[in-house]
T-cell receptor, first 121, second 113 residues
Framework: DVKVTQSSRYLVKRTGEKVFLECVQD?????MFWYRQDPGLGLRLIYF???????EKGDIPEGYSVSREKKERFSLILESASTNQTSMYLC????????????????????FGPGTRLTVL | QKEVEQNSGPLSVPEGAIASLNCTYS??????FFWYRQYSGKSPELIMS????GDKEDGRFTAQLNKASQYVSLLIRDSQPSDSATYLC?????????????FGQGTILTVHP
């Protein structure tokens, strides 16, 4: 059973604070993702990583950075939190597609963590 | 331009009816599509994935893919109140090795007794 955990379910921070959101997966997945979800805007990709120490910008990377020092852990960092970063943050992981030997398989599936609801005051 | 568009909803159906959720996409090379269900306050969970043209059935759920029309749908037969949730359509873009999912904005489904 795939398990993706996030460090906090709820977090309240002040404007200007540095915020760390941690995500850990226990399935040896290579790909990991950070999304934010806002009403009416759906899920938007912030950053993703397809291997240790590798990172790629998603659709809305501004104001965020990430760190992936170990395969199982992917951290999202808000260098200086602002009120417009109040949101639900979701982490996901996925095995690298094709590892089963088939080009399309259920290893394409992304598994989500429970989410962190961040409020920036 | 949004890459994945879902019928806006909200959608309300009576218990036992068929719920039809629709999604269009703009990237002609996309080959993998996913339907996720998200209950209020919870994270998305995968219901179905589909890669080939045609229908794919899993219990009460049927996913349909039409690549020529760039259209993917999810049918829920014998809808139950427990199916009430937000349904998210997603396409895999950027290739199979390092691709990422692009999500639609979601459709809220309510199944009333």
């Amino acid at each position: 059973d795939v398990k993706v955990t996030q460090s906090s379910r709820y977090l309240v921070k002040r404007t200007g604070e540095k915020v760390f959101l941690e995500c850990v997966q226990d399935m040896d997945h290579e790909n990991m993702f950070w999304y934010r979800q806002d009403p009416g805007l759906g899920l938007r990709l912030i950053y993703f990583s397809y291997d240790v120490k590798m990172k790629e910008k998603g659709d809305i990377p501004e104001g965020y950075s990430v760190s992936r020092e170990k395969k199982e852990r992917f951290s999202l960092i808000l260098e200086s939190a602002s009120t417009n970063q109040t949101s639900m943050y979701l982490c996901a992981s996925r095995d690298r597609p094709g590892t089963s030997g088939r080009p399309h398989s259920d290893t394409d599936t992304q598994y989500f963590g429970p989410g962190t609801r961040l409020t920036v005051l | 331009q949004k890459e994945v568009e879902q019928n806006s909803g909200p959608l309300s159906v009576p218990e036992g009816a068929i719920a039809s959720l629709n999604c269009t996409y703009s990237d002609r090379v996309s080959q993998s599509f996913f339907w996720y269900r998200q209950y209020s306050g919870k994270s998305p969970e995968l219901i179905m994935s589909i890669y080939s043209n045609g229908d794919k059935e899993d219990g009460r759920f049927t996913a349909q893919l039409n690549k020529a029309s760039q259209y993917v749908s999810l049918l829920i037969r014998d809808s139950q109140p427990s199916d009430s949730a937000t349904y998210l359509c997603a396409e895999l873009t950027g290739g199979t090795s390092y691709g990422k999912l692009t999500f639609g904005q979601g459709t809220i489904l309510t199944v009333h007794p």
